[in-house]
């Protein structure tokens, strides 16, 4: 006989065999609870590529997931970066939604079948205009093309903040330009889009041969430039006016203007992935996203919700810019092709 410390009795030889057996029962409990659990745990997150600024993405997925317990995995990309990531992970989706980015990828990458259809109960809250008749994706803001104007450079260099697009081609500004690469970045390819679109694609691509021997960099994401203008690594960068309108609320001494000739605009869009592994997670965030909640995070950063929202200082809802009569269809269609013109005619000859 054998005593335990806690004063149990046993044989041992049978003590030993007992002792096992409740040890395995034991072992198989844990590992039929384990099991049992680990499907709820994984299905209570949601794997998002956004192209939110990373500042603005941190501070609306930590609310979503204190609001709903609901974990936020996610990755920072560019519009054109997103599409090219979409493409190539089609037969094996990473993610489950696409949240931020400039509408044209969204309705690109539509037309290629990567993403689905989807009515959120809280489309209700976006105007019919900005949100795609099909479902496929329903926009969160809109925000202006714009120039963001370091003052203490042009100061320097003597000039008035551009106003128009034909303002950035002069001498003065040899160098001191920055405009995002098209091929990255879905603000820059606006930004071609748009010029087709006033000039017509022969005088487009003349005038972007002109301004390219004013640019300094080309960069990866469309908010750099305005971020660099604001720290005075040039005296003008081209981008978005939500963008901008945060660095000044920042305290950054710039200026804003808008091109007197006309300007395109981005409808910042959401999209559910096709193939996603955590679709109804992705469904809840979506429908979140098109909130008074949501709203209201976004319009700390400078832009205009669809949803009514406290706006900052300066913010400008694009009702109030001379807007082109964009089509974004059209410059969603012909991407590929006037990027990859771009690339052969511009970029690889500088």
Same mark, same amino acid.
């Given at each position: 006989?054998?005593?335990?410390?806690? &004063?149990?009795?046993?044989?041992?030889? &049978?003590? /030993?065999?007992? #002792?096992? $057996?409740?040890?395995?029962?034991?072992?198989?409990?844990?590992?039929?609870?384990?099991?049992?659990?680990?499907?709820?745990?994984?299905?209570?997150?949601?794997?998002? =590529?956004?192209? @939110?600024?990373e500042?603005?993405?941190?501070?609306?997925?930590?609310f979503?997931?204190?609001?709903?317990?609901?974990?936020?995995?996610?990755? /920072?990309?560019?519009?054109?970066?997103?599409?090219a990531?979409?493409?190539?992970?089609?037969?094996?989706?990473?993610?489950?939604?696409w949240?931020?980015?400039?509408?044209?990828g969204?309705?690109?990458?539509?037309?290629? &079948?990567?993403?689905?259809?989807? @009515?959120?109960?809280?489309?209700?809250?976006?105007?019919?205009?900005? $949100?795609?008749?099909?479902? =496929?994706w329903?926009?969160?803001?809109?925000?202006?093309?714009?120039f963001?104007?370091?003052?203490?450079?042009?100061?320097?260099? !003597?000039?008035?903040?551009?106003?128009?697009?034909?303002?950035?081609?002069?001498?003065?500004? $040899?160098?001191?330009?920055?405009?995002?690469?098209?091929?990255?970045? !879905?603000?820059?390819?606006?930004?071609?889009?748009? @010029?087709?679109?006033?000039?017509?694609?022969?005088?487009?691509?003349?005038?972007?041969?002109? #301004?390219?021997?004013?640019?300094?960099?080309y960069?990866k994401?469309?908010? +750099?430039?305005?971020?660099?203008?604001?720290?005075?690594?040039?005296?003008v !960068?081209?981008?978005y006016?939500?963008?901008?309108?945060?660095?000044?609320?920042?305290?950054y001494?710039?200026?804003?203007?808008?091109?007197?000739?006309?300007?395109?605009?981005?409808?910042?869009?959401?999209?559910?992935?096709?193939?996603?592994?955590?679709?109804?997670?992705?469904?809840k @965030?979506?429908?979140?996203?098109?909130?008074s909640?949501a709203?209201?995070?976004?319009?700390?950063?400078?832009?205009?919700?669809?949803?009514?929202?406290?706006? #900052?200082?300066?913010?400008?809802?694009?009702?109030?810019?001379?807007?082109? %009569?964009?089509? %974004?269809?059209? +410059?969603? +269609?012909?991407?590929? $092709?006037?990027?990859? /013109?771009?690339?052969?005619?511009? =970029?690889?000859?500088?």
């Open positions: 006989m054998a005593k335990t410390s806690m &004063g149990l009795t046993f044989h041992i030889a &049978g003590g /030993r065999f007992v #002792l096992k $057996r409740v040890l395995s029962v034991v072992i198989l409990a844990l590992m039929l609870g384990a099991i049992a659990v680990m499907p709820a745990m994984s299905a209570e997150k949601v794997v998002v =590529y956004t192209t @939110l600024d500042p603005l993405a941190r501070e609306v997925f930590a979503f997931e204190k609001k709903t317990g609901i974990k936020v995995e996610w990755v /920072r990309l560019a519009t054109g970066e997103c599409v990531r979409l493409e190539a992970e089609a037969a094996n989706p990473q993610a489950s939604i949240y931020g980015g400039v509408g044209l969204h309705i690109e990458a539509a037309n290629k &079948g990567l993403t689905i259809p989807y @009515l959120s109960p809280n489309a209700k809250n976006i105007p019919p205009k900005f $949100r795609d008749k099909n479902n =496929y329903t926009g969160i803001y809109a925000g202006g093309l714009s963001a104007s370091n003052i203490d450079r042009l100061e320097k260099l !003597g000039v008035e903040a551009p106003t128009s697009w034909a303002d950035l081609t002069k001498p003065v500004f $040899r160098n001191e330009i920055q405009l995002a690469n098209p091929g990255t970045s !879905g603000t820059a390819y606006n930004v071609i889009a748009t @010029l087709v679109q006033i000039m017509g694609e022969e005088k487009a691509f003349s005038y972007l041969k002109a #301004l390219d021997k004013n640019i300094a960099q960069t994401s469309g908010s +750099a430039p305005g971020k660099n203008a604001a720290l005075g690594e040039c005296a !960068g081209i981008g006016a939500h963008d901008q309108v945060k660095l000044i609320s920042q305290g001494r710039i200026k804003i203007t808008f091109p007197s000739d006309g300007t395109g605009y981005e409808i910042a869009s959401i999209s559910l992935i096709k193939g996603g592994k955590q679709m109804e997670n992705a469904k @965030l979506y429908d979140w996203a098109l909130t909640e709203a209201k995070i976004y319009a700390t950063t400078g832009v205009v919700p669809f949803v009514k929202a406290p706006l #900052l200082p300066g913010a400008i809802p694009i009702t109030e810019i001379n807007t082109i %009569d964009q089509d %974004d269809q059209w +410059a969603a +269609a012909e991407r590929e $092709r006037l990027v990859d /013109r771009w690339n052969n005619e511009i =970029y690889s000859a500088r």
